[in-house]
Every structure is written in structure tokens, then in C-alpha cells.
């Protein structure tokens, strides 16, 4: 499975940006998938994530700012970022648990994409 994330950039504190994450390969169906981030000397954390009911769970830190959505016809997971806080600039890492045609299950990282919140 390939996980091909972009959306990343440069925003002011206050603005907006939009991931997208588009997973391919021999895929059966996705499970699930995340966003996860990790800042400069800190460990990766998990930002967001969305079932294949298109359940939603959200870091704390995140909860009204950030949307995960998906669009299972497309493979492709966003994430909406608003109301951006320096705290939030990180590389964000998209993630799949994918079961394959081979029906076996695994567990797929994107190669991240820089978030820089600053003005």
C-alpha cells in the first residue's frame, strides 16, 4: 500500500490548511485512518482518526479546530486544520490499517508533510 499525504505548508497562527492522504495498491478495504504528528524533541502522537463507518476520534488538543473526513470511493483521508496555534507546526504523518486482496491486514505509513504555524 502507498500513502500519498499532501496539503502541508507555511500558515500564520489563526489561518487554515487542508491534508489529504490518498492510499493505493491492491487494497480489499481500509479499516482505518489517521493522522498522527510529531513535533521537533517530542514523540509522534495521533491527531485524528476515522473508521470505515467514518467514525471520528480527536486528540485534546485538537477537538474543535481539526475535521477528519474520508471518501471511501476515492481512498483519501483529509484533514481540515482552522484556527492554527504555533503548537500545532509538526510533520503530519497520515496512517492506513488496511486489509488487502491476500485478506491479510497492515498497518501503512504516509512520508509526512511539514505543518509550520508561525508569523
Sequence with gaps: ???QASGGGLVQPGGSLR???AASGSIF????MAWYR???GKQRELVATITSGSSTNYADSVK???TISGDNARNTVYLQMNSLKPEDTAIYYCNAVVTMTSRSI????GQGTQVTVSS
Design 19 to 21: 491534508l489529504s492522504c
Design 38 to 40: 510529531q513535533a521537533p
Design 29 to 32: 478495504t481500509i479499516n482505518t
Design 106 to 109: 497492515t498497518d501503512n505509513w
Design 1 to 3: 500500500v502507498q500513502l
Design 64 to 66: 474543535g479546530r481539526f
